[in-house]
């Protein structure tokens, strides 16, 4: 379920790294001694065991992803998501995106219909991964919209 909230937080703009569970609690302690990272985690031995380490962290326990996405930003004291940051982080790699200046590369890579119906392009530099404001964008936005009435 973390893997999920993870791709969501990178499209909301958030940069985001995803360690498998099977890491070392060790491993993971260190790298957000060093980064200053903050933790998500549903493992509470580890929640406990980084705040004795006084590493921000947060524990994600609630049933829903809407549940524990809400948790993240009223930790964070966010009051509100900008929308406008969605798009910009890749889902998969969290790599920054940048837009597609030139519409003609998209050429045989995605659909025309796709390049028709759509003006605006992002592709990820390190995974090729392409973006556009499709459907999931739009779900995404609706995601936003449902969140600021909670927040
Ligand atoms: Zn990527």
Redesign the pocket.
């Known amino acids: 379920m973390l893997g999920k909230i993870a791709k969501k937080l990178r499209i909301l703009g958030f940069d985001t790294i995803y360690i498998s569970s099977n890491t070392n609690d060790r491993e993971i302690l260190d790298l957000l001694l060093k980064t200053k990272r903050i933790l998500l985690t549903s493992d509470k031995e580890l929640f406990y065991r980084s705040k004795r380490y006084k590493c921000h962290s947060i524990i994600l326990n609630k049933n829903t992803e809407i549940e524990n996405l809400i948790t993240i930003f009223s930790n964070l004291q966010i009051k509100v998501i900008d929308t406008l940051l969605s798009c910009h982080r ?1 889902s ?2 969290n ?1 920054k995106l940048e837009i597609i200046e030139d519409i003609n590369l998209l050429k045989n890579k995605i659909y025309q219909t796709v390049i028709k119906n759509n003006n605006e392009f992002y592709k ?1 530099k ?2 090729n ?1 392409l973006y556009w404001h499709g459907s999931h964008i739009k779900n995404i936005i609706l995601l936003i919209e449902r969140i600021n009435k909670m927040l």
């Open positions: 890749c998969i790699c790599n990820c390190r995974c991964k």
